[in-house]
């Protein structure tokens, strides 16, 4: 997921183009993993020693519905905690940037986070927001935003980039910008191996330019007694998500496995500070996917996701291997979610 990118402008846009003009940059990303295709990349994680299967894969169609109707669930509480602190600080943050700053979502296929920073003002009473460029690799979702922002922000500049945000990405340019913030909501942090979010905030600098300022949201419980119902929910709505990615592989990728035969499992790891979420097959069995066999021994998991905890002292240690520095933070009461301001 880190090579390099080549990242091209869409073509039927020139780069440059006027502010206020319809762009939409495109790197050539597609939704499975930048390219490469479901069946390549099932298979790569599925002869492995260990098996594992790449996120990116849970969001088709599906997938993405049964996302949203777990962040309505009652045990998952980080949705509803992250939605009611960033909008309750999200003034603060806006101010941090003057009037005419442009701000990069990283991972965004829904303006809704944005907003919350988008429609603040300065006392002057003029938008510190100008600009708007969302980065995510769903361009369908990218250009559907951009139909809907066309109407909710008439004034501001949106310039949607679909591109993979682990691989270098290439800003559109931003002309009479007088700052700019990053901003990586919604906890996908955790789903990055530490290492992984490190060149990912890395490269988020690079690509943001020197002054830039960074909104991080990120997951602070710990508690498992909370966090494994928040993974694994009574109605079993988690549980049919991961399945769908054995549904996927099924109807993309010549696949032959009996959701059935498989059962969802989220776990507490301690040592790592991380959920995990693994599909187990119970019994030894054998499957076909794209033309091979996949085996699996008794009791033998698949790992599907990492979401990972960072206590603030790891979390602080990873910014600055980026090159950030922590300007401020922001707590819910229940201490569940942090927001850090960064430069």
């Not at 990242?7 to 780069?15: K, N």
């Not at 980080?78 to 806006?94: D, K, N, P, Q, Y």
């Amino acid at each position: 997921m880190a090579d390099d990118r080549d990242t091209r402008p869409d073509p039927e846009v020139a780069p440059g183009a006027a502010p206020g003009a319809e762009q939409a940059f495109d790197t050539g990303a597609t939704e499975a993993e930048g390219g490469s295709s479901v069946a390549a990349l099932a298979l790569a994680g599925l002869t492995a020693a260990r098996k594992t299967l790449p996120p990116s894969l849970f969001y088709d169609e599906e997938g993405c519905r049964l996302f949203y109707r777990i962040t309505e669930l009652p045990e998952y509480y980080l949705t509803r905690t992250e939605f009611r602190l960033l909008e309750s600080v999200a003034g603060e943050a806006a101010a941090s940037v003057p009037a005419g700053a442009t701000l990069v979502e990283y991972g965004a296929s829904d303006e809704t986070k944005a907003g919350m920073l988008l429609r603040h003002k300065d006392a002057a009473g003029a938008s510190l927001f100008r600009a708007y460029v969302p980065i995510d690799i769903a361009g369908p979702a990218l250009r559907a935003m951009r139909r809907r922002m066309a109407g909710s922000h008439p004034g501001l500049t949106v310039l949607p980039v679909t591109a993979d945000f682990m691989r270098p990405v290439l800003l559109p340019a931003r002309p009479e910008e007088t700052a700019v913030m990053g901003f990586f909501p919604g906890s996908t942090i955790g789903n990055l191996e530490p290492s992984a979010a490190i060149g990912f905030l890395s490269r988020a600098r690079e690509a943001l330019g020197p002054g830039a300022r960074f909104l991080l949201g990120f997951d602070n419980c710990r508690d498992p007694a909370r966090l494994v119902p928040a993974y694994d929910d009574a109605q079993g709505v988690t549980a049919s998500f991961n399945l769908n990615l054995l549904r996927r592989l099924n109807r993309e990728a010549g696949g032959d496995f009996d959701l059935d035969a498989f059962a969802h499992r989220a776990v507490w790891n301690t040592k790592e500070s991380r959920i995990e979420m693994h599909l187990v097959s119970p019994r030894a069995a054998s499957y076909r996917l794209a033309g091979q066999t996949v085996r699996f021994a008794p009791g033998e998991t698949i790992h599907t996701e990492n979401s990972y905890k960072y206590p603030p002292e790891r979390m602080e240690a990873m910014v600055a291997a980026a090159g950030w520095t922590r300007r401020q933070v922001w707590l819910d009461p229940q201490g569940l979610f942090a927001i850090w301001l960064l430069d």
